[in-house]
C-alpha cells in the first residue's frame, strides 16, 4: 500500500473511536509493521492531525474533529473532468462506469461556486472513433494483465499478413485513436506491440505466467529510453 493511502487509511481508522485503537491493530488491517504505524502516526501529528495517546497504549483522534473536504480550484476540477471524459469516452466499459461514478461523487460534494464552473466546461471529448471492438478487447486484456494469464491473439500485420501470436500482456498505450498492446511475444521471446483494432479474434490461456523481472512494461520502457533518449517514444515499429 502506498504511503499516502496508508495514512489516509489510518486516519479513517482513529475517525469517530471512543476508545483507542492500539498500533499492532492499526498494523494489521494496514498489513504493515508496528515500527511503520510509529512513524506514519508520527508524521500525521506534525502535518496537524489531533491525534491523542501513546506508543504501547493506541491512538484515536480527539472527539469532535472531521477530516476536511479535498477541494479543488477551477482549473484543477477542469483537469479532473477531462481525464474522466477521456476515461469515460476512450476505454472500456468497465473503466467508463467507474469514470462516471467518480464524476457523480465529485458533483456531489461541489461547492456552489464551482458547480457554474462546472456546467461551463466547454472541452469536449468525442469517443465517435474509438472501435468498439477494441473497446472490448481492453477489458479483456486487463483482466488477463491482472491474472497473469496469456493471450493468444489473431492479428492482420500493417503489411496485410495474417499471424497468430501467442503472448503475454504487459500493458495498453493510448495514442488519441488507437490503443496499442504491449506485449511479451512467447514464440520470439521479445517485446512485441499490437494495434488492438487489429486483433481479429483474441483468446485468454488461463495458465498462470510466472512473473520475470525481465519481461515487464518497467523494463520495455528503460529499453526505449535507452533507444529514443528521453523522447516520449513508444513505438515507430509497431507489428
Not at 496537524?48 to 501513546?54: D, K, L, R, V
Not at 479532473?80 to 462516471?100: H, R
Not at 489473431?154 to 504487459?170: C, K, N
Not at 486483433?199 to 529499453?223: C, G, M, T
Amino acid at each position: 500500500m502506498a504511503k499516502a493511502d496508508r495514512l489516509l487509511k489510518i486516519i479513517t481508522l482513529l475517525k469517530g473511536r471512543r476508545t483507542v485503537i492500539t498500533a499492532r491493530q492499526l498494523a494489521e488491517v494496514v498489513e504493515t509493521s508496528e515500527r511503520t504505524i510509529y512513524r506514519d502516526i508520527q508524521v500525521l501529528i506534525d502535518t496537524g492531525f489531533p491525534i491523542e495517546g501513546e506508543a504501547g497504549v493506541g491512538y484515536r483522534l480527539q472527539p469532535g474533529f472531521e477530516i476536511p473536504p479535498i477541494m479543488f480550484t477551477a482549473e484543477q476540477l477542469l483537469a479532473v473532468q477531462l481525464g474522466l471524459k477521456m476515461v469515460k469516452g476512450w476505454t472500456d466499459k468497465d473503466l467508463a462506469i467507474a469514470a462516471e461514478q467518480a464524476r457523480l461523487k465529485i458533483e456531489a460534494v461541489l461547492p456552489e461556486r464551482l458547480k457554474q464552473t462546472n456546467v461551463e466546461n466547454s472541452l469536449l471529448v468525442p469517443s465517435y472513433f474509438l472501435d468498439s471492438s477494441a473497446s472490448d478487447y481492453s477489458l479483456t486484456i486487463r483482466k488477463a494483465i491482472k491474472q497473469n494469464f496469456g493471450l493468444t491473439i489473431d492479428y492482420i500485420r500493417a503489411d496485410g499478413e495474417h499471424s497468430t501470436r501467442s503472448i503475454q500482456p504487459l500493458g495498453l498505450v493510448f495514442w488519441g485513436q488507437k490503443w496499442t498492446l504491449i506485449s511479451w511475444c512467447l514464440l520470439r521471446e521479445n517485446y512485441r506491440e499490437f494495434r488492438l483494432d487489429r486483433i481479429q479474434k483474441l483468446n485468454v490461456d488461463e495458465v498462470v505466467i510466472a512473473p520475470n523481472p525481465k519481461v515487464s512494461l518497467d523494463n520495455y520502457l528503460l529499453r526505449l529510453k535507452e533507444q529514443y533518449g528521453d523522447c516520449e517514444v513508444f513505438s515507430s515499429h509497431s507489428n
